[in-house]
């Protein structure tokens, strides 16, 4: 047996995360550079280091979720989103019930809040936003981000839901409490049910095919029928009625 087998294995007994359920070539990779960084020379000795300090352990998972996001990502899906998603949901639901599903540093939460705003009034917004970090997810609460995050944004909203300080900007209190934040494993916790919409972008190409089938099986059960999957611009679903989705837009899938 491998040490990275060995490594996955008491990495899951102690942290419930499986890391056979993500691409090995990408994650080993990831690893072997952050515990040579360290100065330790095999997995074997960087799981005794990660078991006996919380700092290294934290940083371990910090370094295998993966956090690279933007306000408004591929913005032409937003505007889809905006156009014609929301109103057909509204219309259906006067109250949407949202998750955003490994929203990392949280702009797609405040994203998914600011582009509903013009649809709803803000005390009528609640939006669930989970990862698996609990670092990015005390980085989201805070709500500050550097101004290259935002260069998708209408200047308009950037006007009525930021606070300029040089060269990063606040998200406003009224979008923050629109938001709530919680850690959640996608391969191992509850997804809860009756969602209008599940927004998971840019974190599915990370995980094997075994994996991406159990979570949009999940995603599925999760939806109320009607409900819509928003996916990233790299992660279409080329089998929906697997799931029991059909193809509403270009990565947006609604359940049947």
């Not at 997995?43 to 990660?50: C, L, M, P, R, V």
């Not at 934290?58 to 109103?87: C, G, H």
Request: glycine share 4%; proline share 2%; net charge neutral.
């Amino acid at each position: 047996m491998t040490d990275y087998i060995q490594f996955i294995e008491k990495v899951k007994n102690k942290t419930g995360i499986d890391l056979s359920l993500y691409k090995e070539a990408q994650m080993k990779r990831r690893l072997t550079s952050l515990y040579e960084k360290r100065g330790y020379d095999n997995f074997s000795d960087y799981y005794t280091a990660i078991h006996n300090d919380a700092k290294l352990l934290e940083e371990f998972l910090d370094r295998m979720t993966i956090n690279v996001s933007e306000f408004y990502r591929n913005a032409q899906r937003w505007e889809v989103l905006d156009k014609k998603i929301f109103p057909k949901l509204l219309n259906e639901n006067k109250k949407l019930k949202i998750w955003s599903a490994a929203c990392s540093t949280g702009e797609e939460p405040y994203s998914l809040a600011m582009v509903l705003s013009s649809h709803v009034p803000l005390k009528d917004i609640s939006i669930l936003a989970t990862d698996l970090d609990s670092g990015v997810i005390e980085r989201a609460k805070v709500g500050l981000y550097a101004d290259r995050s935002l260069k998708e944004v209408p200047r308009k909203i950037v006007e009525q839901y930021f606070i300029n300080e040089g060269q990063h900007y606040q998200v406003k209190d009224s979008i923050k409490q629109t938001v709530q934040f919680k850690q959640h494993n996608l391969l191992n916790d509850s997804y809860g049910s009756g969602f209008d919409l599940i927004v998971c972008r840019n974190v599915m190409i990370y995980f094997t095919e075994e994996a991406k089938d159990q979570i949009y099986e999940s995603f599925s059960k999760a939806l109320r029928p009607g409900g819509i999957l928003f996916v990233g611009s790299t992660e279409q679903i080329f089998n929906p009625s697997k799931y029991g989705f059909e193809s509403e837009e270009t990565f947006f899938y609604r359940k049947k």
